[in-house]
């Protein structure tokens, strides 16, 4: 774990998990692997926001090739801690993904329940192929039998923030993840 000035975190961020360094090797070796298997092929990004745009603005830049990238909005129903399942589109994607190789690129996969309803909904447009790449994926908790191809951090079972990710839209601006403290949010 990367060394930070605790006198520079959050009062509510009890610990650091994952430093900058460690999230840019870890998406840049996604960046490596999509490049790879995509090599000649044009590749759709659909980014679902908000958590995962900053995953995505690092991403995109580690992947050399044809690259489009749009977005997706979701709310999942629940409280501000936990998802419910129930998911319903916010924004929808501009263009269509009918033949297309397409990536959804998530912040953390967490129960699953968001992802398996991004993928049953797109897989419904027939897109060519369709894989997934999480920057985060929280060790013991899928629900969903979810086949995810590019897994940036396995997480420890604990409400992060930082990096996009967000506790009542706030701390998405932390550089780095950090865990936030159950006292922040447990009431
Ligand atoms: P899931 O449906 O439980 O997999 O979670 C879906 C979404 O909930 C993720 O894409 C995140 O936006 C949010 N989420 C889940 N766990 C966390 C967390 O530890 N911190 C911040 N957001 C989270
Ligand atoms: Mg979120």
Known sequence: MQEVDKTTLPLEVSKVIFGEDEIQEAVKRIGEQITQDYAGQKVLLVTVLKGAFIFMADLVRAIKGDVEIDFMAVSSYGDGSKSSGVVRIIKDLN???????????????????????????????KPLSIEVATLLFKEGKQQANIRC??????????????????????YRNLPYIGALDASAYEQ
Not at 95 to 122: F, K, M, P, Q
Not at 154 to 169: A, H, Q
């Open 149 to 170: 191809k590019y897994i940036g951090l396995m997480c420890p079972d604990e409400f992060v923030v930082g990096y996009g990710l967000d506790y009542n839209e706030s």
């Open 95 to 125: 263009a269509s993904v009918e033949g297309r190789h397409v990536i959804i690129v998530e912040d953390i996969l967490d129960s699953g329940l968001t992802l398996t309803y991004l993928l049953r909904n797109l897989k419904s447009r």
